[in-house]
């Protein structure tokens, strides 16, 4: 199908994107990458009344690092972080999930802003920035905020961004000497959202685990959180702890079923996840052998 | 009265000055303003890969971008990338290889294989299947299109088709 007619604004600046939204509230769009709100209008699932273009906002864009943490403006494409020695050395977890992100043509395109601020419970990066601690940050007629990425995401294609807001950067601390990540998930093709996915980020001490985000996604309306890593923090990590910490994480996740995957199979995947993830940071293969589900 | 937007952009080395409506994407515009018809249209939200063109030299879903965003870009399109040669060898591949039956996704296929053999020379079927993974084709099954673009692949190194 075609989108319905709409008017259509290049926003000049950061303040006139903002004008351009104070104005005209919830009948206005901005128009990122277009992958995720281009679909759903030639779909007809929503109809603007007025798309705002920044793509021209040259400020928007690129990656930069100081002092401890990395910044990425919101226009930044998929393939920019794909491509960056930067997220790369200090972030290399967003580096692995976006591989899981769609397809070139679409990474061509496609922004972390857009990503985030769309909110699609089943995508990569808004759990990546979950598990990495990040802050996104957003201006408003009344200047900036700074919202942890915990908060950030609350329902699906639900955030904390009001109407008049616009997503300018996220930030996340650099990865340390003795940090590791994790990233995996399962999916129908490469490239497809996942069924269930685990974006991780964790200090290794030694053969402990001093620190653990398990930020699960496609298991609920928003990137979870899970709080059985806590199971798994300063132990040794024998399988009969990793198997309290699986069904701990069975008992807390409450994922949604879908043509993809009912509710029990969605629980078994993330434990599957679970178990190859603390093999991999810990780099015991044993302990995601198959028993300990 | 919705105002049209005017745009001024290349089109396979051609400048072209338009005015267009906000809600006309790029692969309606190339279709029925320009008449390239190279571009297919399948899907209408990204999934089928079939009305894939080069835009600044990247690779887009004509479909998922408004005509309105491509002032001072400069676009290329199946129509381009045949009539300058470039991707002969790939297209007499495809032919060789029984790659096409019905021809719908070829445009797409042939521009998302080239985009893949200008960033390695040397993709294996497992990579070439990866960058492939966004465009359906309903006919051939995809193996006789990796055959094409592996051999490809080849013959641009070297080492025989
Ligand atoms: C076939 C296909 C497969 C895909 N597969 C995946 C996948 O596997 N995983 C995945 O994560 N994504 C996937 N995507 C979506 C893709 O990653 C999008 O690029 C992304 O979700 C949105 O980014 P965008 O820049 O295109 O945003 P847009 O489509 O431009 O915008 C999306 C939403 O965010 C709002 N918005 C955009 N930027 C801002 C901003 N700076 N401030 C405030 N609001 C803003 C828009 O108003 C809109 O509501 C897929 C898309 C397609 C078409
Ligand atoms: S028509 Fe554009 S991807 Fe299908
Ligand atoms: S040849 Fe028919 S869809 Fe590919």
Redesign the interface.
């Known amino acids: 199908?075609?989108?319905?007619?709409?008017?259509?604004a290049?926003a000049t600046s950061v303040v006139n994107a903002i004008e351009l939204l104070a104005e005209h509230g919830d009948r206005a769009k901005v128009?990122s990458g277009?992958?995720s709100l281009?679909?759903a209008m030639?779909?007809r699932l929503i109809s603007p009344e007025l798309?705002v273009?920044i793509?021209d906002l040259t400020e928007l864009r690129g990656i930069a690092v100081t002092g401890d943490r990395l910044r990425i403006g919101a226009l930044t494409r998929h393939?920019d972080l794909l491509n960056s020695a930067d997220v790369a050395k200090h972030a290399p977890l967003i580096s692995e999930a976006i591989t899981h992100v769609?397809?070139?043509?679409?990474r061509?395109?496609g922004t972390i802003g857009g990503s985030l601020a769309h909110a699609d419970p089943a995508a990569e990066l808004p759990a990546s920035m979950v598990a990495l601690k990040a802050t996104i940050i957003v201006e408003g007629p009344a200047g900036e905020r700074q919202i942890a990425a915990e908060d950030f995401f609350t329902g699906i294609y639900e955030t904390a961004l009001e109407v008049d807001e616009l997503l300018v950067a996220v930030e996340v601390p650099v990865a340390q000497r003795n940090s590791a990540h994790y990233f995996s998930e399962f999916a129908r093709?490469?490239?497809d959202y996942g069924i269930v996915g685990l974006a991780a980020q964790a200090v290794v001490d030694g053969d402990i685990l001093t620190d653990l985000r398990l930020a699960y996604f496609s298991v609920g309306d928003r990137p979870v959180l899970a709080m059985a890593a806590t199971k798994l923090l300063n132990v040794a990590v024998t399988p009969a702890v990793l198997l309290e910490a699986s069904e701990t994480l069975g008992e807390e996740l409450d994922p949604q079923e879908d043509q993809q995957a009912s509710v029990s199979m969605r629980r078994h995947l993330a434990k599957v996840l679970l178990a190859r993830c603390v093999a991999t940071l810990l780099g015991r293969p044993e302990l995601s052998a198959g028993e300990v589900l | 009265m919705?105002?049209a937007?005017s745009i001024s952009l290349q089109v396979n080395g051609e400048r072209i000055e338009a005015h267009v409506?906000?809600?006309l994407?790029l692969a309606?515009f190339l279709r029925e303003h320009l008449k390239l018809t190279g571009t297919h249209v399948g899907c209408?939200?990204?999934v089928c890969?079939a009305c894939?063109v080069r835009v600044n030299g990247?690779?887009?879903?004509s479909?998922?971008?408004?005509a309105?965003?491509t002032n001072g870009a400069s676009i290329e399109t199946i129509e381009g990338l045949s009539d300058s040669g470039e991707i002969s060898d790939l297209q007499a591949a495809f032919r060789e290889r029984n790659a096409l039956q019905c021809g719908f996704c070829t445009p797409g296929m042939l521009v998302?294989a080239q985009?893949?053999l200008l960033q390695e020379a040397e993709p294996d079927r497992e990579r070439i299947r990866?960058?492939l993974?966004?465009?359906y084709c309903r006919c051939t099954g995809y193996q006789a299109i990796v055959d094409a673009v592996a051999s490809t692949a080849r013959a641009r190194t070297g080492r025989g088709a």
Do not use: W
């Not at chain 1, 199908?1 to 259509?8: H, I, L, R, T």
């Not at chain 1, 769609?102 to 679409?106: D, F, L, V």
């Not at chain 2, 479909?63 to 408004?66: A, E, K, Q, V, Y």
């Open positions: 199908m075609k989108a319905s007619a709409f008017s259509y290049r128009l277009g992958q281009m679909p030639n779909l798309i273009d793509g393939v769609a397809h070139a043509a679409i061509n395109r093709r490469h490239g | 919705i105002p937007v409506l906000p809600r994407n309606d209408e939200h990204g890969g894939t990247d690779i887009v879903r479909c998922l971008m408004l309105a965003q998302t985009d893949l990866e960058h993974s966004g465009n």
